[in-house]
Structure formats: C-alpha cells, structure tokens
C-alpha cells in the first residue's frame, strides 16, 4: 500500500468514527440538558461532555483538511502501537459501574474538563499537522510544544487519570497502564519520523523536555 492510499484510507476512517462519536456525544448533551439537574457536578459533567464534543469535531475537521505527509514510520508495531493507544480505553465502558463518593465524583470530572480543555488548546496549534499515525507533515514547536514535545499527550494523560478515577477498579488501572505505555511508544515513534523528517528536531528536543515541562527526561 502506498503511502498516499494509506494516508487517503486513514484520514476516512478516523473521519467516520469521530463523526460517529460526536453523534453519539450530541445525543448524550441532549439528553443532560433535557433533565437538568441544577447541581454543580450536572454542570460540570454537561461541561465535561461539551468539551469533549468539541474536541471531536476539531479531530474531525483536522483529520479532513490536514497536510498531506512528508514521511511516515514503517512497519507494523508503529500502526498497532497508534491505533491501540488511541482506542483501547474505550473498553472502560463494559466494566461495572462504580460507587464513588462525591468528591470522587468532583475530582475525575474536573480532571476530564481540565485535560479536554487542554487537549482542544494542543490540538488547535498543532493543527493541520495533527495525525494519529505516525506521520511527519509540519514542525510544529511554537505554543505548548515550546513547553513540551508532546503537550497532546499530556493533556489527554490528565483526562485518562480523571477517567481511571471515575472508573476506580484494579482493571481500569491494567487498561491505564497499557494504554500509557502505547502512548509512550507512539511519542517514541513520532519522534524517530520527526527527527528522520526536520534536521532541525534534534536542537528543538535537546531545549525541549519530552512529556513533563521542566522535566528534562527523554
């Protein structure tokens, strides 16, 4: 398969399924505000949805618009690696519901606001550059990724804690951990195309922490 049909088929097929997610995030912002509840968390969780419907748009529209790609990783552990990273906590929702006392209830929530918000920021200034694949298409290293390397990642980590913390089970952590360790392997990845890509990489990664601002680790 050609790079370009790869690109063509991947662009359509996250399309399709973010479109379908922010479907199924509209109903459920509909279904919220047809029974408002007036509490403060109702209000946090109706914001925490919004965000998160926005997000998916702006996946969306980036995934449709996006650069075509000046390179990209080879093989298959890079490709397993994005596509498990991306999806593989959405096997939260068959775990069994649990009981969370309402601070709990406060904190995840907070942090899903917080870490969505974060995201929609990351992924507004990374831009057209944006893939889930490993893919180089424009450096980017202005806004956020003048903090770190990989502000998307971090920001979607605090919506995974959040996440982790409303689903509190030995499980949901098993997933969280397997989870990070492919985002950590597709950070690893992107890197290698990047600095394959851009000479100018490995001056921009020596000033630039990797994950954690002020962090200078990887």
């Given amino acids: 398969m050609t790079g370009n ?30 029974h408002p509840e007036g509490s403060a968390l109702w209000a946090l969780a109706l914001t925490s949805k919004v965000f998160s419907l926005v997000f998916m748009l702006l996946v969306v529209y980036l995934t449709v618009t996006r650069l075509p790609p000046i390179s990209g990783a080879a093989g298959i552990e890079p490709r397993v690696s994005a596509i498990t990273g991306t999806f593989i906590l959405m096997l939260l929702i068959v775990l069994p519901a649990q009981t969370l006392r309402p601070w709990q209830l ?21 831009g057209r550059s944006f893939s889930i694949m490993a893919t180089a298409r ?15 990642y971090f920001a979607e980590a605090v919506t995974t804690i959040g996440l982790l913390v409303s689903n509190w089970s030995l499980v949901a952590l098993l997933l969280g951990a397997v989870q990070f360790s492919f985002q950590f392997r597709r950070m690893r990845n992107e890197e290698a195309v990047l600095r394959q890509t ?14 954690i601002p002020g962090l200078k680790i990887g």
């Fill in 138 to 152: 424009k450096l980017v290293s202005d806004g956020p990724y003048a903090l770190v390397r990989h502000p998307l």
């Fill in 106 to 126: 406060y904190f995840s929530t907070a942090l899903i606001v917080v870490g969505t918000l974060l995201s929609i920021y990351c992924l507004y200034r990374l």
């Fill in 198 to 211: 851009f000479p100018e990489y490995d001056d921009y990664a020596r000033r630039v922490p990797m994950f």
């Fill in 5 to 34: 049909l790869e690109d063509f088929l991947g662009k359509a097929l996250i399309a399709v399924i973010f479109a379908s997610f922010t479907v199924f995030q509209a109903a459920a912002i509909f279904a919220m505000m047809s």
